[in-house]
């Protein structure tokens, strides 16, 4: 039962609601604007609001058992201070700030609560709080923390690579129109960890406490703020997202690497904020060079006049047997050219059970595929192309 109720307050900090909102008005916006510009939605379901109760169960179980089985504490302070961060990037910064920044920085914040540093320890202290001390410990568990953040979003990443690839048109400088393609999906991760001495017990008589020696502890379910959001405009989206995934779990092994060499030395806890600082400016340099690799590509996703680009594919659909990729342009419809969507969809209702295809490939060769469609229903094949009209 009192499990029961540290689940229960869990659901009930301004976090998880916050990221549930803005997994929702995510969702929403993109389900809106596919309406608007491709007819209907390619994926009419909110998969950022299902991903985020879903996926954020399952990363819950496994970050739970890394924090309880390594013993990993924090500071209430410490996770004031993180909560009180994270939804202040939510409520102020469009997607927020990257989980990693929010995570480095409520360290940096923590540091100056330290008694020697200022003041507001003491205060602090005549409120209950005790834990206020800055220690290599907690610093070290951070490590830990960052690294579970860093390998749920590789997870994120790699599990979802083909998902959430919704286009979106955007006018280049000459004025051509182009599509980019965003990954983004937040969560909230139920982590457990521990709590020194009895501080939610002052508060919560039920409170759930345990001793370790002569060490009294509390367990906590703490929100962990889990995601990104990244953008091409010239890469196949799923090698992207993977090459993204492959660069946060190496990310998250050094985090884990530092932990382990500083659980073997006597560095002190501004040594390990510094490196805690590294991994963090490490993840933004990543971000940076994904950004700079797409940058100098040489394809783009962009409208054309030698027949129609293939800008999206709706999952379940005839499309999903045409072996199609986002980039391929269709020269031909059942043997007839096209150069529009709109002699496209005549060419398609010139057969009204099947579609044969001649398409050129982003490596510039030729294919032939076809399948059968839904009788007199062409708009269902599922192939998203540029409208005919401009945006």
């Known amino acids: 039962m009192q499990v029961l109720k540290v689940l229960e307050l869990f659901l009930l900090q301004p976090l998880v609601w916050l990221g549930l909102i803005r997994s929702g008005l995510s969702a929403r916006q993109r389900v809106n604007y596919e309406r608007r510009h491709f007819r209907s939605a390619i994926e009419a379901r909110y998969v950022e609001v299902r991903n985020f109760f879903k996926d954020g169960l399952l990363l819950g179980i496994g970050a739970t058992l890394i924090g309880l089985l390594l013993g990993l504490t924090v500071s209430p302070v ?25 995570l480095g920085f409520s360290w940096l914040i923590y540091w100056a609560f330290n008694p020697r540093l200022s003041g507001v320890a003491a205060q602090l202290q005549t409120h209950g709080v005790t834990t206020t001390s800055l220690s290599s410990g907690l610093v070290l568990n951070g490590l830990v923390i960052l690294a579970v953040v860093l390998l749920s979003t590789a997870w994120l990443l790699t599990r979802h690579n083909t998902q959430l690839n919704s286009p979106q048109i ?21 982590m457990g960890v521990l709590v020194p001495g009895d501080w939610f017990q002052g508060m919560f008589s039920w409170w759930p406490v345990f001793q370790i020696g002569q060490q009294s502890y509390s ?35 050094v985090s884990l690497l530092m932990a382990v060499v500083a659980r073997f030395t006597t560095w002190g806890p501004q040594w390990l904020l510094g490196l805690l ?25 962009s409208d054309t006049d030698l027949g129609v680009r293939v800008i999206g594919l709706r999952p379940k659909t005839p499309a999903d047997k045409l072996n199609l990729s986002i980039g391929d342009v269709i020269l031909e419809c059942n043997r007839q050219p096209v150069h529009t969507e709109a002699q496209f969809y005549a060419a398609l209702l ?14 510039q060769e030729l294919i032939i595929t076809e399948t059968a469609i839904y009788n007199g229903a062409p708009h269902e094949l599922g192939i998203v192309l540029f409208t005919d009209q401009e945006d």
Request: glycine residues 6%.
């Open 78 to 102: 410490w996770v004031v201070i993180y909560e009180a961060l994270a939804c202040l990037s939510l409520l102020v910064v469009p997607f927020g700030l990257i989980p990693v920044t929010v």
């Open 170 to 190: 955007r006018p280049d400088q000459r004025g051509k129109r182009i599509v980019r393609y965003r990954w983004q999906q937040l969560l909230v991760v139920p």
């Open 219 to 253: 367990i906590l379910l703490l929100p962990l703020f889990v995601g990104v959001s990244a953008q091409v405009y010239k890469q196949l989206p799923q090698d992207a997202w993977r090459r993204l995934a492959l660069g946060y779990s190496a990310l998250a092994g």
């Open 277 to 301: 600082g590294l991994v963090m400016v490490a993840t933004w340099l990543l971000l940076g060079q994904h950004r700079y690799h797409d940058a100098h590509q040489q394809f783009w996703y």
């Open 350 to 363: 010139k057969s009204p059970t099947y579609v044969h295809l001649k398409v050129r490939n982003r490596q």
